[in-house]
């Protein structure tokens, strides 16, 4: 039910749709013929940002142009039997790829098809209101765009949120892993986990990237979308490193005498992360000596006794080391660079 609400309330839905609307009305009261095509250009040029929009419009009426003219120039002078119309496609795939104008190819074919059908005989009038008609939608489309500019704010935030406490939870589990041998979380329902929550990273860039674009439109800063989006790579790189612990954290199996301190540092990480994320200074210096502290204790440690301490010893410092990279990008997010 949720899924139908978003379908059909999206504001990009709606934004459409009154376009179509509109261009539709004006071409019908100018009484330009085929002026149902004035709805469908508007439905093609409405963009997900009003800086894609402006920036695609150019390119579509040059395309809209092109395949006016072809669509015309073939029905004047070789008619309109389907063969025609099947080569003028043809021809408008090759000149629109020389071009490398991929994204206005479907523009262009329309334009030309519905010139080429409904083509009057009258070759430079007939020309003129299809043109007009491509303009009518275009700007329909521009005009709605700018009536109501698109907001992705909330929608970020709310992905920001979603993600940010996933990332928690999978961290979660692997701390009560840690000391525990026997079901722990199998790797296979782990990667299903990082694997969704990374789904949301990349949907909440989608939208910081759109809200960059439209940053002159938006009363927020182009600096704080910037923020959104170098804390989303970040937390890319958080969720691989939470793959690489689960997978080490496999290989740990009998208690060892850096456990409960690398368990502890697992908890100083997920308070600093959830501190991190909600703005609030996480007190990095103090975490740095911590584990300054615990580099010196897997130095000063005993040699194993037998090779499944020795292997279970190596796998916790692996763990240990993934966690330390965890945290340098965790740091990240405040705009704290790397240790080398």
């Known amino acids: 039910m949720t899924h139908l609400v978003k379908l059909f309330l999206g504001a990009r839905v709606v934004k459409t749709s009154i376009a179509a609307g509109l261009a539709l009305y004006l071409a019908s009261f100018l009484h330009y013929p085929g002026y149902t095509y004035a709805a469908l250009i508007a439905v093609l040029a409405t963009q997900k940002s009003l800086t894609r929009s402006f920036g695609l419009a150019k390119y579509q009426v040059f395309s809209s142009f092109i395949g006016t003219l072809g669509g015309n120039l073939a029905a004047y002078y070789f008619g309109t039997h389907p063969f025609i119309g099947a080569v003028l496609v043809y021809a408008l795939f090759i000149i629109h790829l020389r071009l490398g104008w991929r994204d206005t190819i479907l523009i262009s074919i329309v334009t030309a098809l519905n010139s080429f059908s409904t083509f009057e005989g009258e070759l430079v009038v007939h020309a003129s209101k299809q043109m007009s008609i491509v303009l009518i939608g275009i ?9 109501a500019v698109p907001r992705y704010e909330h929608k970020l935030e709310e992905l920001l949120n979603r993600s940010e406490g996933m990332l928690r939870g999978l961290f979660y589990m692997i701390l009560n892993d840690l000391d525990r041998f026997d079901q722990r979380m ?5 990667a299903r986990q990082v694997k969704e929550v990374r789904t949301y990273i990349q949907e909440a860039r989608h939208y910081a990237e759109l809200m960059f674009e439209d940053q002159r439109f938006y009363p927020i ?3 704080e979308t ?5 804390t989303l790579r970040q937390m890319e790189l958080l ?3 939470l793959l690489r612990l689960n997978e080490t954290l496999e290989k740990v199996e009998i208690w060892v005498e850096p456990i409960p301190w690398v368990s502890r540092l697992l908890n100083v990480v997920l308070l600093a992360q959830a501190r991190v994320f909600h703005g609030r200074p996480a007190h990095f210096s103090l ?3 911590a584990i300054g502290n615990l580099d010196q204790l897997f130095e000063r440690m005993d040699l194993p006794k037998n090779r499944l301490e020795f292997t279970t010893r190596a796998s916790l410092l692996h763990f240990y080391m993934n966690l330390k990279s965890y945290y340098e990008d965790l740091k990240g997010i405040c705009g704290l660079s790397p240790k080398p």
């Open 226 to 230: 910037q923020q959104a989006i170098r």
């Open 186 to 190: 199998s790797k296979q329902d782990f």
């Open 287 to 289: 975490i740095d000596r």
């Open 221 to 223: 800063k182009g600096r």
């Open 239 to 241: 969720s691989n490193h």
């Open 139 to 147: 700007g329909c489309s521009i005009i709605v765009n700018l009536m």
